[in-house]
């Protein structure tokens, strides 16, 4: 059994992609022969071809990544983002392989499956933290709601007949209110999703920021902001109008009443982040967006 192994790594898998399922079984097959013992879901196991040498595990909770040296997902951006909740929670560092469109999250492609395997064999990994951020929603002064977000929590209208109507706020100063669809706060690594496309910049992982990002906002001055890793952030939702919603990372949801009051600071918890390689974010950026650079010659030696 796995557990009786020197090393183990947690597997997570889109078990939905046949792809997913095709890679699944090649890494597990690769890391078992290397005598690295690996541990899946049962619920995912029962779509996967896995050997019986696979430890089982029943409930889905950090605790169940206890004694793992990796967190192996197979996916696209939605699996990375549930593997950055096991990884956050567990403190085991995350190794995304991108098994969708974009995957800024992801450290490989499905072409590189047999390097990992070998990276993760010989231990030939580094670690890198992420920042994340906590949220807190109040009401009438009261704590109604706390979360956490990756890439990014955003407050959003709740249906499309009407404006959210808001006012922002910066380390404890008003900074100006208007209609919109929505208001996006980010970290670095969010940049490259939710706030990309509601217009924001585009934030290298290694400045620590915090971005708010206004959606379709009815203002001249409507601009995207960046602003200190030590600031508080803040969305207030006028009492007038109807519920809003607050979304993190895309995946957890909670209604804001009317008056609700969201709060967003840095994370006390990071997200750590297997990386195999030392490329540039500049050229994963280039090659994610396929941006075109023909013509460059670089810099004069």
């Not at 929590?153 to 808001?166: F, I, P, S």
């Amino acid at each position: 059994m796995s557990q009786n192994r020197a090393r183990t790594v947690f597997l997570l898998a889109h078990t939905g992609r046949p792809a997913a399922i095709r890679s699944a079984e090649l890494v597990v097959k690769g890391l078992l022969r290397s005598d690295i013992g690996v541990r899946v879901l049962e619920y995912e196991a029962a779509d996967l071809p896995l050997p019986p040498e696979v430890q089982l595990v029943k409930e889905a909770t950090p605790q169940c990544l206890e004694g793992c040296e990796l967190l192996i997902v197979l996916g696209g951006d939605g699996t990375l983002l549930r593997g950055a909740e096991f990884a956050r929670a567990s403190g085991v560092p995350m190794l995304g392989v991108n098994l969708g469109s974009v995957g800024f999250l992801a450290e490989a492609e499905r072409d590189d499956l047999d390097k990992v395997v070998d990276r993760v064999v010989t231990k030939a990994y580094e670690v890198e933290e992420r920042m994340t951020v906590d949220v807190v929603v109040h009401r009438n002064g009261d704590i109604v709601h706390t979360d956490w977000a990756l890439n990014e929590a955003a407050v959003q209208k709740a249906g499309a007949e009407k404006l959210l109507e808001v006012v922002l706020e910066i380390d404890g100063r008003p900074v100006t209110g208007f209609g919109c669809d929505g208001i996006v706060l980010s970290t670095p690594t969010g940049s490259t999703a939710y706030a990309f496309s509601a217009g924001g910049p585009v934030v290298w992982p290694e400045v620590e920021a915090l971005l708010m990002v206004p959606i379709s906002a009815h203002a001249l001055f409507a601009k995207p902001l960046v602003t200190s890793p030590n600031s508080v952030l803040a969305v207030e939702l006028l009492p007038h109008i109807p519920p809003g919603v607050l979304w993190c990372d895309g995946r957890r949801t909670f209604e804001l009443p009317p008056g609700a009051r969201v709060e967003v600071r840095r994370g006390a918890v990071p997200v750590r982040l297997a990386r195999l390689h030392h490329a540039s974010f500049t050229d994963r950026l280039v090659a994610k967006f396929a941006l075109p650079v023909s013509g460059w010659r670089g810099a004069p030696h």
